[in-house]
């Protein structure tokens, strides 16, 4: 017999009733912690306890300590950052697959994560309309999958020039040349440092207005470069012209990856894969299923054209290794031992459908224009075209933004985050969330009109 598993159980139960008490009453609380439960976090400040605490209680503080100074992003009023929702779905898959706690580096640990990493990739591709076999790689975000991404092309440009990085390394190795976007994301280049490919060696093409690749500024190389591109600029939303940054690059036998984070699924809604034309020609693609897609904090995906260019630069050997004719996920991916992911991304999928996708995605973007119209009727100002979840705000002056924006996170009725555009303080809303309805617009709509009040009054 092993150990019993009842209090497990009953801690799981209590766990359960404290996620009911804290769902039910996220409307009546700040959005961002009070004060005072911010002050109540010193709860936590004390010596490493060197006898043990019954396990119940230590759950009961983390719900009455940590709930209350937690940022109720699981709220339709949280607009910060690209911080997406999570799906009921998906927290339910999750909490079932912690439970079984699957470590998914091989099919021999986890077979059933291993089949739904098979099935997620193969439903990917067909839903974002890429080509049939396209690989992926399930890791933390899109951080890591733009490392990965970036590395695999890397190695790919070299290897057809004779260079096997994994054998060999980079030193003495022919320079790959690098052309970002002058708003890549700031995990491109942190991506691309890490590998050795520094911002030295990078060629940064200028932006238009809503901080699209120029492409008649598209440096002419006539060498094979590792291009980055851009679905859906982290401040404005917009798109890079990705169609045509990849018919640039090919022509010289470049490698295109495109920063996909919250955009990419453009590519799987009829109404706004124009957006997105021609991302099918790339050949890798990073995207954070925990952004718009909601599935549960972390997830996101790695996605590659070439298989074998993917499997290529994570390989690694050990003799206790155990590979087997099925999909081991750490095969495309950076990590060895991971949590099994693919679950709760495969919950998402099968509950949505490709409807249901449609539909979220969609969703999200009719709220933000809804958002920017009524923002823009209360005298705001609107700074980008509000291709998709993004909506860039100010008032009459920066000090009268930045002011705005404080008072904003002050009310606590909803909250948004700040960003520079064009070198100018801008209030920054992201509609990420499947829980925000056309009253949690109204409401936020109406916070702002008060904060700019409060901003506009003399002390
Ligand atoms: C959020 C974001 C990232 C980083 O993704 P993480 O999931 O936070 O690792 C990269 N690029 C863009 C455009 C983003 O919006």
Same mark, same amino acid.
């Given at each position: 017999?092993?150990?019993?598993?009842?209090?497990?159980?009953?801690?799981?139960?209590?766990?359960?009733?404290?996620?009911?008490?804290? /769902?039910?009453?996220?409307?009546?609380?700040?959005?961002?912690?009070?004060?005072?439960?911010?002050?109540?976090?010193?709860?936590?400040?004390?010596?490493?306890?060197?006898?043990?605490?019954?396990?119940?209680?230590?759950?009961? #503080?983390?719900?009455?300590?940590?709930?209350?100074?937690?940022?109720?992003?699981?709220?339709?009023?949280?607009?910060?950052?690209?911080?997406?929702?999570?799906?009921?779905?998906?927290?339910?898959?999750?909490? #079932?697959?912690?439970?079984?706690?699957?470590?998914?580096?091989? %099919?021999?640990?986890?077979?059933?994560?291993?089949? /739904?990493?098979?099935?997620?990739?193969?439903?990917?591709?067909?839903?974002?309309?890429?080509?049939?076999?396209?690989?992926?790689?399930?890791?933390?975000?899109?951080? /890591?999958?733009?490392?990965?991404?970036?590395?695999?092309?890397?190695?790919?440009? /070299?290897?057809?020039?004779?260079?096997?990085?994994?054998?060999?390394?980079?030193?003495?190795?022919?320079?790959?040349?690098?052309?970002?976007?002058?708003? +890549?994301?700031?995990?491109?280049?942190?991506?691309?440092?890490?590998?050795?490919?520094?911002?030295?060696?990078?060629?940064?093409?200028?932006?238009?207005?809503?901080?699209?690749?120029?492409?008649?500024?598209?440096?002419?190389?006539?060498?094979?470069?590792?291009?980055?591109?851009?679905?859906?600029?982290?401040?404005?939303?917009?798109?890079?012209?990705?169609?045509?940054?990849?018919?640039?690059?090919?022509?010289?036998?470049?490698?295109?990856?495109?920063?996909?984070?919250?955009?990419?699924?453009?590519?799987?809604?009829?109404?706004?894969?124009?957006?997105?034309?021609?991302?099918?020609?790339?050949?890798?693609?990073?995207?954070?299923?925990?952004?718009?897609?909601?599935?549960?904090?972390?997830?996101?995906? @790695?996605?590659?054209?070439?298989?074998?260019? @993917?499997?290529?630069?994570?390989?690694?050997?050990?003799?206790?290794?155990?590979?087997?004719?099925?999909?081991?996920?750490?095969? %495309?991916?950076?990590?060895?031992?991971?949590?099994?992911?693919?679950?709760?991304?495969?919950?998402?999928?099968?509950?949505?459908?490709?409807?249901?996708?449609?539909?979220?995605?969609?969703?999200?973007?009719?709220?933000?224009?809804?958002?920017?119209?009524?923002?823009?009727?209360?005298?705001?100002?609107?700074?980008?075209?509000?291709?998709?979840?993004?909506?860039?705000?100010?008032?009459?002056?920066?000090?009268?933004?930045?002011?705005?924006?404080?008072?904003?996170?002050?009310?606590?009725?909803?909250?948004?985050?700040?960003?520079?555009?064009?070198?100018?303080?801008?209030?920054?809303?992201?509609?990420?969330?499947?829980?925000? +309805?056309?009253?949690?617009?109204?409401?936020?709509?109406?916070?702002?009109?008060?904060?700019?009040?409060?901003?506009?009054?003399?002390?």
């Amino acid at each position: 017999m092993s150990a019993s598993f009842d209090p497990q159980v009953s801690l799981l139960k209590d766990a359960l009733r404290y996620a009911e008490e804290y /769902l039910l009453n996220i409307d009546e609380r700040p959005v961002f912690p009070t004060e005072g439960a911010l002050d109540a976090l010193g709860a936590f400040d004390e010596p490493l306890p060197s006898g043990s605490t019954e396990a119940a209680e230590t759950l009961a #503080l983390l719900h009455r300590v940590g709930g209350p100074a937690s940022v109720a992003q699981v709220s339709g009023r949280y607009f910060g950052f690209v911080n997406g929702g999570a799906l009921p779905v998906g927290v339910a898959a999750r909490v #079932l697959a912690d439970v079984w706690d699957q470590n998914s580096a091989h %099919y021999v640990m986890s077979p059933v994560a291993a089949q /739904l990493e098979a099935v997620c990739e193969r439903w990917l591709s067909e839903l974002l309309g890429f080509p049939e076999g396209t690989a992926a790689g399930f890791v933390t975000g899109t951080t /890591l999958a733009n490392l990965s991404g970036l590395a695999t092309g890397r190695n790919e440009l /070299l290897r057809r020039q004779g260079w096997d990085v994994v054998e060999a390394g980079l030193y003495g190795a022919p320079p790959v040349p690098v052309v970002v976007g002058a708003d +890549t994301h700031a995990t491109v280049r942190k991506s691309l440092a890490l590998l050795g490919m520094g911002d030295a060696h990078m060629h940064v093409v200028p932006v238009d207005d809503q901080g699209r690749v120029r492409i008649d500024r598209f440096p002419a190389l006539g060498v094979p470069a590792l291009v980055v591109a851009q679905a859906g600029n982290v401040n404005s939303g917009a798109f890079d012209p990705v169609g045509a940054l990849c018919d640039r690059a090919h022509r010289d036998g470049g490698w295109v990856h495109v920063d996909g984070a919250f955009g990419l699924w453009a590519a799987a809604v009829p109404s706004l894969r124009h957006l997105a034309d021609g991302i099918d020609r790339a050949d890798s693609w990073a995207v954070s299923a925990h952004k718009t897609l909601n599935v549960p904090y972390d997830c996101g995906i @790695l996605m590659c054209r070439d298989r074998a260019a @993917l499997e290529s630069a994570f390989r690694a050997s050990a003799a206790y290794f155990q590979w087997s004719d099925h999909r081991d996920p750490m095969r %495309y991916t950076p990590s060895m031992s991971k949590r099994a992911r693919s679950v709760e991304l495969w919950a998402v999928l099968k509950t949505l459908g490709r409807d249901g996708v449609v539909e979220l995605v969609e969703q999200l973007c009719a709220h933000a224009r809804a958002f920017a119209e009524q923002l823009q009727e209360h005298g705001f100002r609107i700074h980008n075209d509000v291709v998709f979840n993004q909506v860039l705000v100010s008032c009459n002056d920066d000090s009268e933004t930045e002011r705005t924006l404080a008072e904003i996170q002050t009310i606590g009725s909803c909250w948004c985050g700040g960003s520079t555009w064009k070198g100018r303080p801008v209030i920054r809303v992201s509609v990420c969330s499947w829980s925000t +309805t056309p009253d949690d617009i109204r409401h936020a709509v109406t916070s702002f009109c008060a904060a700019r009040d409060r901003a506009r009054t003399p002390d």
